[in-house]
């Protein structure tokens, strides 16, 4: 079955530098949620897309953004990166919002 | 606001002991899902369940078992006869449903700081 695919699996960058992450959801899933997950912690969410509209707002700073596009991707630019950005990015899509989510495989994200 | 508590840092256990993984929830939601997520050192996050509030029978799924008592918040996970495979780190979740005035209409998932499970032989 096909699951989320997340793009890159792995990235490094320097500070002060963009980065931008793309996930592929699950298909017929309109519902898209990006978590960060730092070194020995939890996932925290950052945002969530429902039928290409922002549906929740997390914890995300401001120098990051994210969208929903028409064929239902979504891509999280990050900016003016910093260390404490290192950190695994993990996206998830469900079928409708309250179903299960399906996690993809990370985007290890390395600043130095 | 919505609040995982996973007392459980890190359990190690010998090879076909069983096990379980505690987890005892916040909410001001009265209905409200409880997932359990299994992180192996590959890093990817496995969904192993998901449970509705209004829900509580116990469900088993093969040497898995969870046990959810609502009158005490808690969701428990059971491995049966553990194996050197099912070592990783366990999160157990929470998330209103969606349009829930209390967490602002969405359905993010708030997690537990997870337990890192070790099965040794």
């Known amino acids: 079955a096909a699951g989320v695919i997340q793009s890159p699996r792995h990235l490094i960058k320097e500070k002060r530098e963009t980065a931008t992450l793309k996930c592929y959801p699950i298909?017929?899933?309109?519902?898209v949620y990006w978590y960060q997950q730092g070194p020995g912690q939890d996932p925290q969410f950052l945002i969530s897309?429902?039928?290409?509209?922002?549906?929740d707002k997390g914890s995300i700073p401001d120098r990051f953004s994210a969208q929903q596009f028409s064929d239902y991707h979504s891509e999280l630019n990050m900016s003016s990166l910093e260390l404490g950005d290192s950190a695994l990015y993990f996206c998830?899509?469900?079928?409708?919002?309250?179903?299960?989510?399906?996690f993809g495989p990370g985007t290890r994200l390395t600043v130095l | 606001a919505q609040k995982v508590t996973q007392a459980q840092t890190e359990i190690s256990v010998v090879e076909k002991e069983d096990v379980t993984l505690d987890c005892v929830y916040e909410?001001?939601?009265?209905?409200?899902?409880l997932f359990w997520y299994k992180q192996p050192p590959s890093g990817e996050l496995v969904f192993l369940i998901r449970?509705?509030?209004?829900?509580?029978q116990n469900e088993i799924s093969g040497r898995y078992s969870w046990n959810f008592q609502k009158s005490t918040s808690s969701f428990n996970f059971t491995i049966t006869a553990s194996q050197v495979v099912d070592s990783a780190v366990y999160f157990c979740?929470?998330?209103?449903?969606?349009?829930?005035?209390?967490?602002?209409?969405?359905?993010?998932?708030?997690f537990g700081t997870g337990t890192q499970l070790k099965v040794e032989l």
């Open positions: 998830a899509s469900s079928l409708e919002m309250g179903h299960e989510q399906f």
């Open positions: 897309f429902y039928e290409k509209m922002q549906s």
């Open positions: 909410t001001r939601d009265t209905t409200y899902y």
């Open positions: 979740a929470l998330s209103a449903l969606p349009g829930s005035i209390l967490t602002g209409g969405g359905n993010k998932l708030t």
């Open positions: 298909p017929r899933h309109d519902t």
């Open positions: 449970r509705n509030s209004f829900d509580e």
